[in-house]
């Protein structure tokens, strides 16, 4: 059975993805509303209010859409890449498998609000909605369940008194 302290490792490193995910997701879409031309209307970041954004006008909405999964999947993952630490790899690992989880639900689903039906209503292949969702859904799993793992296998660390 996992110790206490393990588990509030995990805890937290759960809350800290989420934090993650959200803020990269939504600052995607800022970011793409912004490059493409659109107008801010309205942001939300904060993470336990689900981030939000409107645009309008927003000349180019795939752009401002595509924006949100593709940056909240790849900041995280660049960062893993340069950081090179466990607890950052479960982040950017969950960031991928939350961003293709979001859609494919949000396909299902079907509520106007939230990013897959709009990025259907502003004109995106559904093939290509449905490539991200198997890719992130794909790789996200096997990446997160291993960082699961090797969280609940890491032997804690003890302090070096040798010095």
């Known amino acids: 059975m996992p110790s206490k302290t393990l588990m509030l490792r995990f805890s937290c490193l759960l809350i800290a993805a989420w934090f993650v995910m959200t803020t990269t997701h939504e600052v995607g879409h800022l970011i793409g509303g912004w490059i493409s031309g659109g107008t801010l209307q309205h942001a939300e970041l904060r993470p336990w209010h689900l981030p939000h954004s409107h645009f309008a ?20 993952l660049l960062l893993a890449l340069v950081i090179r630490k466990p607890s950052v790899w479960f982040i950017a690992n969950f960031c991928m498998l939350a961003n293709g989880t979001y859609l ?18 502003a004109g995106a292949s559904p093939l290509s909605i449905a490539t ?24 804690p660390q003890q302090p070096n008194h040798s010095k």
């Open 104 to 121: 494919a639900v949000a396909w299902f689903t079907g509520d106007p609000f939230l990013d897959t039906p709009r990025l259907l209503a």
């Open 57 to 76: 006008p927003d000349p180019h909405p795939l752009v401002t859409l595509w924006a949100g999964p593709l940056i909240g999947v790849i900041v995280p």
């Open 132 to 155: 991200f969702c198997a890719l992130t859904l794909f790789w996200g799993y096997r990446a997160f369940r291993a960082s699961c793992i090797a969280i609940f296998h890491s032997k």
